[in-house]
C-alpha cells in the first residue's frame, strides 16, 4: 500500500528523520521530519497551469500548530485553533525567505507549502525541523526548485557555539540565530544578541552553516530514490521586448535614477512605463502585457545597478557609505508617557511608550505552555506613508515581522523586572517609508524609551545594507533606499548598541552570498551604527532620572504567602475595597510580591498602608496616627493600624484627668497614639497623652517620671470594654475610689 522512503542522519546529537511515501499522497509531495521526538508534515502543492495575467509568483506558506502536538486542548469556548498566532505567522515568513529566491525565474504557477506541528517533545523546536521539512518536500516534488536548502538554530552557552540547543537551553544563551541557505551559500539570517560583536556573530553565522550541510546532504539522498520527474515548465521569451523597451525608456529611466526626490523620480518612471505601454501593442493577452511589465522592470533593474557598481555613486547621489541626515526629536507627545520622533532621509517613524502594570502583560498561550511578556513591541505601517491609499485592517505579516524584528533588537537592552517592575508597550507609527522603516522603530523605540525613563542599559540603533551583484563585482550600500532594497539583491539589517550586535536579519533575492560579503557588509553597518547613535544622543543622552508626569508609579512590598487570602478577601472583596478607597492598580504574584501603581503618590501611600496594616503586626512603642471609631464613658477606641483598633482610656487622652472622652475627642477624629501594649488575651492598649498631637512626637518623660505601662495603667471601670472594638471585658470588678 505503501511506498515509503527513509533516511536518518545523527544531527547536533540527536537523531533527524526524514520520511515520505506514508502520508499525504496527493500532495505533489510530502514528507514527514523528526527531531527528538518533535514531528512535522511538510506538504508541497502547486497549480498546472498559470492564472492568466498574473505579474508574480504567487508562493503562499502556511505554518501551523496543533496542540494535541503538546497533549493540549485549546482554550477558549470553541476548543478549537483559530487565527495563526505570532509564532505561526513569523515560522511562515521564516520558512518562505529562504525558498521563495530559489524558484526558477518566471516560475509563476500557484504554489502552495503547508507544514503542519504533529508532535513536540518540548525541547526541539519546531520551527527548525518545519524549514527542514518544507525543503525536502519541494526537492522531492519536481518544482522547478534551485534547492535543497538546510537550516540551523545556533547558540552561545558558555561562550561556546552550539548547534539546535533545547528549549531551556535557550535560558542561558546569548544568542538566539536561525540561519537557512544552500551548499554554497547563506539564504537567511534571523537573530536576536546580547550585545555580540560582530566578528562573533559572521563565526555563527558559518558555524550553522557548517553544521546543516549533513541535511541537505541526507535531503539529496532521500531525493536520489524518491524525487518526482522535473516538471516540464514554459518560460517567458524574456528578450521579446528588451530592445524596443531600452529605446523608449531608457533615457528617462537614467533620469530617473539620478532623482534624489522620491516622488520626482517615481513620476519620471510611470512617464517611461506609460510610454512603453502606449508604444508597444500586445494585444489581449493579459500574459503579454505581464511579459512586457518584467521587461521593463528588468531595465529598471539594469540601469540602476550597473550605474551604482560602476560609479560607486546612488540614486540619490550618495556614495556607498554615507547614511541619509538624521534628526531625532523626543517628548514630541505632550500626554504619553515617552514618545520619539525619528526622521531619516524620506523614512520616519514616530514611536510611543507606555508604561503599565502587571495586570497590562500580555498572556501567550504555546505548545511549551502559556507565559507572561511584559515587553510589547507593534509596528504599524499605514498607506499614507508611502503616498498611497489602501486598505487598512488587521496587522498583516509583514507588520508582525517588522515589529518582531524590532522587538527582538530592544529586548536585550531592557532592565529587569526587578529592576523596573513595569509592563511596557511601544507602538511605532510609520509616518513616510522609503527605506528600512524598521530600523527606523528601532531607533525610535530606543528614543521614546529613555524619554519614558525606562533604564535602557544602552541605547539601540540599527541601519539597513543593500547589496548589489554583477558577476563577481559587487557593492554593499548603507542605509538603502527603498528602490535600492526592491532592485537590489540583499536586505540585511543590523541593530545594536556601541559595544555590539542585538539583532541581525538577512534576506536574499539571489542564490546566496559568500562570507566576504557578509563581512564587509558588517563592517560598513557598525560604522552606520555608531553614526546613527551619535545622532540619537543630540536629542537625548540617556534615561530619565523621573518617570514622565503621567506615568504610573509602581511600589513593590512583599508579604508573606499565607497572607494573600487576607489582602484578597472572600470573592475579592477586600482588595476591591483597597483599590476603590486609594485609586491605585494593585497586582499580587503566588510569591506574595505585591505592586501598587498610581500617578497619585498618596494613592500608592493610602494602598501601602491597608494592605500593611492587614499583613504587618503593629510594634510596642511605636507612634500610629488613627481615627476615632468609636467614644464610651471609659475612653475612645482607635483604628490605628490597618484594621486593628485600641482603646485609649480616659486617663490616657490627655494630660490631667478630663470629666468626660468627648471633652477630648470626637468621632472621626485623627489623633497619633502611641502602642503600649497588649493585655493576657491579646487588647491593646493606647496612649494619647504621651504623644504630641500637633508633630506625631513622644512628648519626653520629666525626671523620675516611671514609663508608661500596662503593669502601671489605671483600673477598668466597671462593665467596661477592655479590649478591641466590639469586645466586652469580663473580668472582675474593681474598686474605682
Given at each position: 500500500m505503501f511506498d515509503i522512503h527513509r533516511v536518518e542522519i545523527d544531527w547536533g546529537g540527536r537523531k533527524l528523520t526524514l520520511e515520505t511515501g506514508h502520508m499525504a499522497?496527493?500532495?505533489?509531495?510530502?514528507?514527514?521530519?523528526?527531531?527528538?521526538?518533535?514531528?512535522?508534515?511538510?506538504?508541497?502543492?502547486?497549480?498546472?497551469?498559470?492564472?492568466?495575467?498574473?505579474?508574480?509568483?504567487?508562493?503562499?506558506?502556511?505554518?501551523?500548530?496543533?496542540?494535541?502536538?503538546?497533549?493540549?486542548?485549546?482554550?477558549?469556548?470553541?476548543?478549537?485553533e483559530g487565527r495563526p498566532t505570532e509564532k505561526e505567522t513569523l515560522t511562515s515568513r521564516l520558512i518562505d525567505r529562504p525558498i521563495r529566491p530559489l524558484f526558477v525565474e518566471g516560475f509563476k504557477n500557484e504554489t502552495q507549502v503547508v507544514v503542519t506541528v504533529l508532535s513536540h517533545d518540548l525541547e526541539n523546536d519546531p520551527d527548525v525541523v518545519a524549514m527542514v521539512a518544507a525543503s525536502a518536500a519541494l526537492t522531492l516534488s519536481g518544482l522547478p526548485?534551485?534547492?535543497?536548502?538546510?537550516?540551523?538554530?545556533?547558540?552561545?552557552?558558555?561562550?561556546?557555539?552550539?548547534?539546535?540547543?533545547?528549549?531551556?537551553?535557550?535560558?542561558?544563551?546569548?544568542?538566539?540565530?536561525?540561519?537557512?541557505?544552500?551548499?554554497?551559500?547563506?539564504?537567511?539570517?534571523?537573530?536576536?544578541?546580547?550585545?555580540?560583536?560582530?566578528?562573533?556573530?559572521?563565526?555563527?553565522?558559518?558555524?550553522?552553516?557548517?553544521?546543516?550541510?549533513?541535511?541537505?546532504?541526507?535531503?539529496?539522498?532521500?531525493?536520489?530514490?524518491?524525487?518526482?520527474?522535473?516538471?516540464?515548465?514554459?518560460?517567458?521569451?524574456?528578450d521579446k521586448y528588451k530592445d524596443k523597451v531600452k529605446e523608449l525608456a531608457e533615457k528617462t529611466l537614467r533620469d530617473a535614477f539620478s532623482t534624489?526626490?522620491?516622488?520626482?523620480?517615481?513620476?519620471?518612471?510611470?512617464?517611461?512605463?506609460?510610454?512603453?505601454?502606449?508604444?508597444?501593442?500586445?494585444?489581449?493577452?493579459?500574459?503579454?502585457?505581464?511579459?512586457?511589465?518584467?521587461?521593463?522592470?528588468?531595465?529598471?533593474?539594469?540601469?540602476?545597478?550597473?550605474?551604482?557598481?560602476?560609479?560607486?555613486k546612488r540614486i540619490d547621489g550618495r556614495d556607498l557609505k554615507t547614511v541619509r541626515p538624521i534628526l531625532s526629536e523626543v517628548h514630541v507627545l505632550p500626554r504619553t508617557h515617552g514618545s520619539a520622533l525619528f526622521t531619516r532621509g524620506e523614512t520616519q517613524a514616530l514611536v510611543v511608550a507606555t508604561l503599565g502594570t502587571g495586570e497590562d502583560e500580555q498572556y501567550i498561550d504555546s505548545l511549551e505552555g502559556t507565559k507572561k511578556e511584559r515587553f510589547l513591541l507593534h509596528y504599524n505601517f499605514p498607506p499614507y506613508s508611502v503616498g498611497e491609499v489602501g486598505r487598512m485592517g488587521s496587522p498583516g505579516r509583514r507588520e508582525i515581522g517588522h515589529g518582531k524584528l524590532a522587538w527582538r533588537a530592544v529586548r536585550p537592552m531592557l532592565p529587569t523586572q526587578e529592576e523596573f517592575p513595569y509592563t511596557i508597550r511601544v507602538v511605532s507609527e510609520i509616518m513616510e517609508s522609503n527605506g528600512s522603516s524598521s530600523m527606523a522603530t528601532v531607533c525610535g523605540?530606543?528614543?521614546?524609551?529613555?524619554?519614558?525613563g525606562v533604564p535602557l542599559k544602552a541605547p539601540i540603533a540599527g541601519i539597513a545594507m543593500g547589496l548589489i551583484k554583477e558577476g563577481k563585482d559587487?557593492?554593499?550600500?548603507?542605509?538603502?533606499?527603498?528602490?535600492?532594497?526592491?532592485?537590489?539583491?540583499?536586505?540585511?539589517?543590523?541593530?545594536?548598541?556601541?559595544?555590539?550586535?542585538?539583532?541581525?536579519?538577512?534576506?536574499?533575492?539571489?542564490?546566496?552570498i559568500t562570507?566576504?560579503?557578509?563581512?564587509?557588509?558588517?563592517?560598513?553597518?557598525?560604522?552606520?551604527?555608531?553614526?546613527?547613535?551619535?545622532?540619537?544622543?543630540?536629542?537625548?543622552?540617556?534615561?530619565?532620572?523621573?518617570?514622565?508626569?503621567?506615568?504610573?508609579?509602581?511600589?513593590?512590598?512583599?508579604?508573606?504567602?499565607?497572607?494573600i487570602r487576607e489582602v484578597i478577601g472572600s470573592g475579592g472583596s477586600v482588595i476591591r475595597e483597597i483599590v476603590a478607597e486609594s485609586g491605585a492598580k494593585i497586582d499580587i504574584s503566588d510569591d506574595g510580591t505585591v505592586k501598587i501603581a498610581s500617578a497619585s503618590r498618596e494613592s500608592i501611600e493610602k494602598a501601602l498602608a491597608r494592605i500593611r496594616g492587614i499583613t504587618s503586626e503593629p510594634e510596642v512603642g511605636e507612634i500610629?496616627?488613627?481615627?476615632?471609631?468609636?467614644?464610651?464613658?471609659?475612653?475612645?477606641?482607635?483604628?490605628f493600624f490597618g484594621s486593628k483598633d485600641?482603646?485609649?482610656?480616659?486617663?490616657?487622652?490627655?494630660?490631667?484627668?478630663?470629666?468626660?472622652?468627648?471633652?477630648?475627642?470626637?468621632?472621626?477624629q485623627e489623633v497619633y497614639v502611641k502602642l503600649l501594649g497588649f493585655d493576657d488575651r491579646g487588647k491593646v492598649r493606647l496612649s494619647m497623652k504621651i504623644v504630641d498631637q500637633e508633630t506625631g512626637k513622644e512628648i519626653p518623660r520629666a525626671e523620675g517620671e516611671p514609663e508608661e505601662t500596662f503593669e502601671s495603667r489605671p483600673p477598668r471601670r466597671e462593665g467596661g470594654r477592655g479590649g478591641e472594638r466590639g469586645g466586652r471585658d469580663r473580668g472582675p470588678r474593681r474598686d474605682r475610689g
Amino acid at each position: 500500500m505503501f511506498d515509503i522512503h527513509r533516511v536518518e542522519i545523527d544531527w547536533g546529537g540527536r537523531k533527524l528523520t526524514l520520511e515520505t511515501g506514508h502520508m499525504a499522497r496527493q500532495a505533489d509531495a510530502a514528507v514527514v521530519a523528526q527531531y527528538g521526538e518533535t514531528s512535522v508534515l511538510a506538504t508541497v502543492v502547486a497549480a498546472r497551469s498559470v492564472k492568466p495575467g498574473i505579474d508574480f509568483f504567487p508562493l503562499t506558506v502556511n505554518y501551523q500548530e496543533r496542540t494535541y502536538a503538546a497533549g493540549k486542548i485549546p482554550g477558549g469556548y470553541f476548543k478549537r485553533e483559530g487565527r495563526p498566532t505570532e509564532k505561526e505567522t513569523l515560522t511562515s515568513r521564516l520558512i518562505d525567505r529562504p525558498i521563495r529566491p530559489l524558484f526558477v525565474e518566471g516560475f509563476k504557477n500557484e504554489t502552495q507549502v503547508v507544514v503542519t506541528v504533529l508532535s513536540h517533545d518540548l525541547e526541539n523546536d519546531p520551527d527548525v525541523v518545519a524549514m527542514v521539512a518544507a525543503s525536502a518536500a519541494l526537492t522531492l516534488s519536481g518544482l522547478p526548485f534551485l534547492g535543497p536548502i538546510g537550516g540551523a538554530r545556533v547558540g552561545v552557552i558558555n561562550g561556546e557555539f552550539v548547534l539546535n540547543p533545547m528549549i531551556d537551553e535557550m535560558m542561558e544563551s546569548s544568542l538566539d540565530l536561525v540561519v537557512a541557505g544552500t551548499h554554497d551559500a547563506v539564504m537567511m539570517v534571523e537573530s536576536e544578541a546580547k550585545e555580540l560583536p560582530e566578528k562573533q556573530m559572521l563565526e555563527a553565522v558559518m558555524f550553522g552553516h557548517k553544521h546543516f550541510q549533513p541535511v541537505i546532504q541526507a535531503i539529496i539522498k532521500l531525493a536520489e530514490t524518491a524525487a518526482k520527474e522535473p516538471w516540464d515548465i514554459k518560460l517567458p521569451d524574456f528578450d521579446k521586448y528588451k530592445d524596443k523597451v531600452k529605446e523608449l525608456a531608457e533615457k528617462t529611466l537614467r533620469d530617473a535614477f539620478s532623482t534624489p526626490e522620491k516622488q520626482k523620480r517615481n513620476a519620471l518612471v510611470d512617464e517611461a512605463h506609460d510610454k512603453v505601454f502606449a508604444e508597444i501593442d500586445t494585444g489581449d493577452d493579459p500574459n503579454e502585457k505581464v511579459l512586457l511589465a518584467d521587461t521593463f522592470k528588468k531595465l529598471e533593474m539594469d540601469i540602476m545597478r550597473t550605474d551604482v557598481v560602476s560609479t560607486g555613486k546612488r540614486i540619490d547621489g550618495r556614495d556607498l557609505k554615507t547614511v541619509r541626515p538624521i534628526l531625532s526629536e523626543v517628548h514630541v507627545l505632550p500626554r504619553t508617557h515617552g514618545s520619539a520622533l525619528f526622521t531619516r532621509g524620506e523614512t520616519q517613524a514616530l514611536v510611543v511608550a507606555t508604561l503599565g502594570t502587571g495586570e497590562d502583560e500580555q498572556y501567550i498561550d504555546s505548545l511549551e505552555g502559556t507565559k507572561k511578556e511584559r515587553f510589547l513591541l507593534h509596528y504599524n505601517f499605514p498607506p499614507y506613508s508611502v503616498g498611497e491609499v489602501g486598505r487598512m485592517g488587521s496587522p498583516g505579516r509583514r507588520e508582525i515581522g517588522h515589529g518582531k524584528l524590532a522587538w527582538r533588537a530592544v529586548r536585550p537592552m531592557l532592565p529587569t523586572q526587578e529592576e523596573f517592575p513595569y509592563t511596557i508597550r511601544v507602538v511605532s507609527e510609520i509616518m513616510e517609508s522609503n527605506g528600512s522603516s524598521s530600523m527606523a522603530t528601532v531607533c525610535g523605540s530606543s528614543l521614546a524609551l529613555m524619554d519614558a525613563g525606562v533604564p535602557l542599559k544602552a541605547p539601540i540603533a540599527g541601519i539597513a545594507m543593500g547589496l548589489i551583484k554583477e558577476g563577481k563585482d559587487f557593492a554593499v550600500l548603507s542605509d538603502i533606499l527603498g528602490d535600492e532594497d526592491h532592485l537590489g539583491d540583499m536586505d540585511f539589517k543590523v541593530a545594536g548598541t556601541e559595544n555590539g550586535v542585538t539583532s541581525l536579519q538577512m534576506d536574499i533575492k539571489i542564490t546566496g552570498i559568500t562570507e566576504e560579503i557578509m563581512r564587509v557588509a558588517l563592517e560598513q553597518a557598525t560604522a552606520g551604527r555608531l553614526h546613527i547613535l551619535g545622532e540619537m544622543s543630540k536629542a537625548i543622552t540617556g534615561s530619565r532620572q523621573e518617570l514622565g508626569e503621567y506615568a504610573p508609579r509602581i511600589e513593590t512590598i512583599k508579604i508573606p504567602t499565607d497572607k494573600i487570602r487576607e489582602v484578597i478577601g472572600s470573592g475579592g472583596s477586600v482588595i476591591r475595597e483597597i483599590v476603590a478607597e486609594s485609586g491605585a492598580k494593585i497586582d499580587i504574584s503566588d510569591d506574595g510580591t505585591v505592586k501598587i501603581a498610581s500617578a497619585s503618590r498618596e494613592s500608592i501611600e493610602k494602598a501601602l498602608a491597608r494592605i500593611r496594616g492587614i499583613t504587618s503586626e503593629p510594634e510596642v512603642g511605636e507612634i500610629y496616627k488613627g481615627k476615632v471609631v468609636k467614644i464610651m464613658e471609659f475612653g475612645a477606641f482607635v483604628n490605628f493600624f490597618g484594621s486593628k483598633d485600641g482603646l485609649v482610656h480616659i486617663s490616657q487622652l490627655t494630660q490631667g484627668r478630663p470629666a468626660t472622652v468627648g471633652e477630648v475627642v470626637k468621632e472621626g477624629q485623627e489623633v497619633y497614639v502611641k502602642l503600649l501594649g497588649f493585655d493576657d488575651r491579646g487588647k491593646v492598649r493606647l496612649s494619647m497623652k504621651i504623644v504630641d498631637q500637633e508633630t506625631g512626637k513622644e512628648i519626653p518623660r520629666a525626671e523620675g517620671e516611671p514609663e508608661e505601662t500596662f503593669e502601671s495603667r489605671p483600673p477598668r471601670r466597671e462593665g467596661g470594654r477592655g479590649g478591641e472594638r466590639g469586645g466586652r471585658d469580663r473580668g472582675p470588678r474593681r474598686d474605682r475610689g
